[in-house]
């Protein structure tokens, strides 16, 4: 029995964070049903955004990307009462489920605050601060935590983690940032990168 298509699952084909094989069936899908189609087209306008916004296609929160189906969840932490609604500048915490090779996948956190043209890298900035999964604290299931600091605008806030491998990825750290990660984003858009997203609601001081 086919499993019907949701909003959510019809984002992740738009912006190409699917399987292949995932891909071709819900292109199989929206082809065969004109409710679909429809719908389909409606969220493609609603994508259409300015170049900034396209650049990174990140998967909508809970739809892993890549194939290594990278698991990205928050996790409540001592530091705080409420993993879903925090304050701009309280810390939150991601849960990243476990990988291969965590000692060759480099971490990239990108954010994107609501109303926001489009995603933006807050880490790393500079060499000195890229440090690869196996870094971060492990749970003893083999996942690994990272704790975040939220943003300032209040409202829902996008975070995303991509783990490229160290071994492919060359950042030139001279170029400006349109430039400096453009083989990050082309390696997200061919699914040959792991990257998942989470949302946070973030509360008025």
Known sequence: MISPLGD????AWLVGALEPGDALAVSEQIAADATLAVRASAL??????????????IPPPGI???AARLQVRTHAAAVMSDAQAVRPGERFRLQLGSLPDASRRLMVVLYRAEHSEGWSVIFPTSTDECVTLDE???EPD????????????PGEQRW???????????IDWTAPPAERWAVLQARIRDGSVPVASVQIG????
Do not use: H, N, T
Not at 160 to 170: G, Y
């Open 202 to 205: 973030v509360r008025a001081a």
């Open 64 to 66: 892993p990307g890549g």
């Open 160 to 170: 995303a983690v991509a783990l490229p491998s160290r071994d492919e990825l060359v």
């Open 44 to 57: 493609s306008a609603r994508l259409d955004r300015p170049a900034a916004a396209k650049a990174w296609r």
């Open 136 to 138: 971060l604290p492990a």
């Open 8 to 11: 959510a699952r019809i984002l």
């Open 142 to 153: 083999g996942s690994r935590y990272l704790d975040l600091v939220a943003g300032e605008q």
